[in-house]
């Protein structure tokens, strides 16, 4: 299919389809930093960076996990979760070790002060509905439409994490 069939494909969108302020991939980047503003002073008592606060959100669900399960979980790939890792293992947070079945696989576990920092953590999200000033239905029907963009997106054939290197023969 060459890109003249594809534009006469797409419905019409009324008025200027290049104004900024109509474009969802800017609400998006603001909103997103917008919100990461909020969720910083909240993290920052704790000591943990909002990348490192979605490594422990999925370790206070289910620990232990391997490094490939928590990417998935993420959709982090390994050099990027690596060294979120790395740091909130020196933090005391988690440990990493070497699953013996398959040493090739590392186990990411939480410590005892891993697990005692999800009690202050339990404040974080009702902190941040409170600074939005959204009403918390309003903020959960976003979070499901943000879901279905980026399941939409995946069916489109959109990867969040770079594709496996191919072997070339």
Partial sequence: MDAAA???ELPEIPGDPLALERQVCF??????????????PLLEPMGLTHPQYLVM?????RSPLSVKELGEMLQLDAP????????????????????PRDERQLRIEL????????????????AVVARIGVEL???????????????????????????????SV
Wanted: charged content about 20%; cysteine-free.
């Fill in 6 to 8: 594809d534009v006469t």
């Fill in 27 to 40: 609400a998006l980047s603001i909103a997103a930093r917008s919100v990461l503003a909020i969720y910083r």
């Fill in 57 to 61: 959100l999925a370790l206070w669900g």
């Fill in 80 to 99: 990027t979760l690596s060294p979120l890792l790395k740091r909130l293992e020196a933090a005391g947070l988690l440990t990493r070790t070497r699953e």
């Fill in 111 to 126: 410590t005892g002060p891993g697990r005692d920092l999800r009690e202050q953590a339990l404040g974080v999200p009702p």
């Fill in 137 to 167: 239905g309003e903020l959960q029907d976003l979070q499901q439409a943000l879901v279905r963009l980026n399941d939409a997106a995946r069916r489109a054939g959109v990867q969040p994490l770079p594709a496996p290197a191919q072997d």
